[in-house]
Each structure stands twice: as structure tokens, then as C-alpha cells.
């Protein structure tokens, strides 16, 4: 079996797209009826991970952490809420702004925009931030129970790109992922050249839709890659200048954790994993973890970034939280 094509203009394989957003999330059912019962996401199952098989992948000292999945309106994708018990995972700083590095926001687009806020307002998540623009182009920001920036597009960024949802029930889909970095130049390079990701054809925000999270006025550098149904953009703030992570600063504590590229074939995975350590990403450890059902590793980017490499067996979604867990196609009421 061989690699797919590359993408024009990537070397990025067809066979081979951002599959998972993975956030670290405190503990209780608040979390996870959020993104289910609030957002409008299906659950898909849950495990509990532990001992060397988790620390070869994430590299934390004897990890114990739950994992609850929820799949979105797309085959091949899904929200991963992580929960740490060991080690404790610390929440985001109080005075954090969406203009500090690392992994900031996420966007999705929803089918009903008013009714999504008003399911979120009931759980304790107001805009921080105006709604802009006229219907049906509106857009608002709120916060997850982990301080996550979560941004709500009433019109799809990608409508007409990517094939139609294959869960058209579903009330939100995810569609971007935002990252503060403090070099866009750099971290260009490690995205471009170093995962092989191209330049979207599209921009996905003006400088106006900074007032969504708390940044009216700011004056930015932005990039736009394409991801394969997932945008990653890319964000230097110039004013306000973004801050680096808080000193002690670990892949466990609250927020965004990283996004997953999904293989869906083993070749594509071997291949890849090749590739990224020959430009300079840095593998947790230096061979995957293999356990049957799937084969993973998360590797460091030279700018700071943490990315991962899963490739799931397709026979065993519904084990890895790639299934709706009850077979529903329905929004919440």
C-alpha cells in the first residue's frame, strides 16, 4: 500500500486530515452536557487511562486521565474531553486573553445560532463579545467549563469545499482551530513545511471580529492553512502582544491540549511519522504506541505546538469514540 496523493500545492496524503480537537476539561457532567446537551455534539463513549502505555504518548509522570468523546456533523472527527486525575491539572490563568500563545480557540459552525446561545446561556456561558454581522452570517464567542475560547458561525466557513455532513442531524460541526504564536513567520514553517499543510483559499476572520473575544482594536498577522475539513489558523498579535505559557506550564493543564491528524490507513500513519521526525517535529517517544485497536504519538513542534498522529482502526470506532455511541442523528431541543 502507498501513500495517497498529495493535496496541490501540500504534501500533506488525502489520506491523512485533522480528526480530533482534544481539550483538557474539569472533572464533573458540567463538561461534557455542555458540548453534548449545549453545543449539540453526540456522545461516543468513554475510557480511563493509565501507567506507561499513556506516558509513552503524553510523557507526564504516571498519568491517570479519563477521556469522554463526542462526535460532530463529520465521518472521521471528534471532540475528545480529557479530565486529569494525576497528574492535577491547573486551570488557565485569570487574566489570560485570547491573544496568548498556544492553542486558543476553536470554531463551529451551528444550525441554529440563537437557539445554540441560548442552550449555552442556561449553562453559565454568556458571549464575551458582541454577535456580529447580519443573519445568516452572525458570529459569537463563548467560553467551555475550561476556559476555552469556543466561537459560533452561523454560515459555514467551508460551505462548498468539503463534502456535505454525513450526520445531518447534528447541530454543530467543528470547523476551525485558532493558535497565538509569537513568530508567524516560524510557525508557518513548522506548519507548512514541517507537517505539510497549504494555504486555505479563504480567510477566515477580518480584524473586526477581534471584539468576539475580548480584543477590539487588536492589530494582527494571520495565516490560514488548510486542514482537511478543519482550518488552522494561525495568529501573531502584535497589540496586544501575546504572552507565553505561565511558568511549570504542562500538556495537561486546562484548554486546548492539541489537535490530532487522522490516518486512515497504517501506511499513511508509518509514512508520516517518518517525515515529521526528518523536518524536525520531536515524537514524545521515539517508536508509536501500538494496542490493536489503534496506533498513536504526539510529537512537539519546533514553535511549541503540540500536534497528534492517530490512526484508528476503522473496525473498532466504536471502541476509539469515532461512532455516535447510540446510533442519534438528532439535535437537542
Same mark, same amino acid.
Given at each position: 500500500m502507498t501513500d495517497s496523493p498529495a493535496q496541490p500545492g501540500s504534501d500533506r496524503p488525502r489520506d491523512l486530515a485533522i480528526g480530533q480537537l482534544a481539550l483538557n476539561q474539569p472533572g464533573g457532567g458540567q463538561t461534557r452536557d455542555w458540548y453534548r446537551r449545549g453545543l449539540g455534539l453526540l456522545p461516543s463513549g468513554a475510557s480511563l487511562f493509565a501507567g506507561p502505555p499513556a506516558a509513552k504518548v503524553n510523557g507526564?509522570?504516571?498519568?491517570?486521565?479519563?477521556? &469522554?468523546?463526542?462526535? %460532530?456533523? &463529520?465521518?472521521?472527527?471528534? @471532540? $475528545?474531553?480529557?479530565?486529569?486525575?494525576?497528574?492535577?491539572?491547573?486551570?488557565?490563568?485569570?487574566?489570560?486573553?485570547a491573544a496568548d500563545h498556544g492553542y486558543r480557540r476553536a470554531g463551529f459552525h451551528v444550525r441554529d445560532l440563537d437557539a445554540t446561545l441560548a442552550r449555552l446561556a442556561?449553562?453559565?456561558?454568556?458571549?464575551?463579545?458582541?454577535?456580529?454581522?447580519?443573519?445568516?452570517e452572525r458570529r459569537a464567542c463563548v467560553r467551555d467549563p475550561g476556559g476555552s475560547w469556543i466561537e459560533l458561525m452561523e454560515a459555514d466557513p467551508l460551505a462548498g469545499d468539503e463534502p456535505g455532513e454525513e450526520r445531518p442531524g447534528v447541530a454543530a460541526t467543528l470547523r476551525s482551530v485558532t493558535i497565538s504564536v509569537a513568530d508567524l513567520d516560524r510557525a508557518a514553517r513548522s506548519w507548512v513545511e514541517g507537517i505539510g499543510?497549504?494555504?486555505?483559499? #479563504?480567510?477566515?476572520?477580518?480584524?473586526e471580529d477581534e471584539a468576539l473575544w475580548?480584543?477590539?482594536?487588536?492589530?494582527?498577522?494571520?495565516?490560514?492553512?488548510?486542514?482537511?475539513? @478543519?482550518? !488552522?489558523?494561525?495568529?501573531?498579535?502584535?497589540?496586544?502582544?501575546?504572552?507565553?505559557?505561565?511558568?511549570?506550564?504542562?500538556?495537561?493543564?486546562?484548554? !486546548?491540549?492539541n489537535v490530532a491528524f487522522v490516518a486512515r490507513d497504517r501506511a499513511t500513519f508509518d509514512r508520516t511519522f517518518e517525515r515529521w521526525v526528518e523536518r524536525g517535529l520531536r515524537p514524545t517517544s521515539p517508536t508509536p504506541l501500538e494496542v490493536g485497536i489503534f496506533?498513536?504519538?504526539?510529537? %512537539?513542534?519546533?514553535?511549541?505546538?503540540?500536534? $497528534?498522529?492517530?490512526?484508528?482502526?476503522?473496525?473498532?470506532?466504536?471502541? #476509539?469514540?469515532? &461512532?455516535?455511541?447510540?446510533?442519534?442523528?438528532?439535535s437537542p431541543r
Open positions: 507526564l509522570p504516571l498519568p491517570l486521565f479519563t477521556a &469522554r468523546w463526542l462526535v %460532530d456533523g &463529520r465521518d472521521w472527527v471528534q @471532540i $475528545e474531553l480529557f479530565h486529569f486525575l494525576r497528574p492535577r491539572s491547573k486551570p488557565p490563568p485569570s487574566d489570560g486573553t442556561d449553562r453559565g456561558s454568556a458571549p464575551q463579545g458582541p454577535l456580529l454581522g447580519q443573519s445568516p499543510l497549504a494555504e486555505a483559499g #479563504t480567510e477566515l476572520h477580518s480584524a475580548g480584543l477590539a482594536g487588536a492589530q494582527r498577522r494571520t495565516l490560514t492553512l488548510d486542514g482537511g475539513g @478543519i482550518l !488552522i489558523e494561525l495568529v501573531e498579535y502584535e497589540r496586544p502582544r501575546g504572552r507565553p505559557p505561565p511558568a511549570g506550564h504542562r500538556i495537561c493543564d486546562q484548554g !486546548i491540549m496506533r498513536v504519538m504526539y510529537f %512537539d513542534l519546533p514553535t511549541g505546538e503540540n500536534v $497528534e498522529l492517530l490512526y484508528p482502526r476503522r473496525w473498532a470506532w466504536r471502541l #476509539t469514540g469515532f &461512532r455516535p455511541a447510540s446510533g442519534g442523528r438528532r
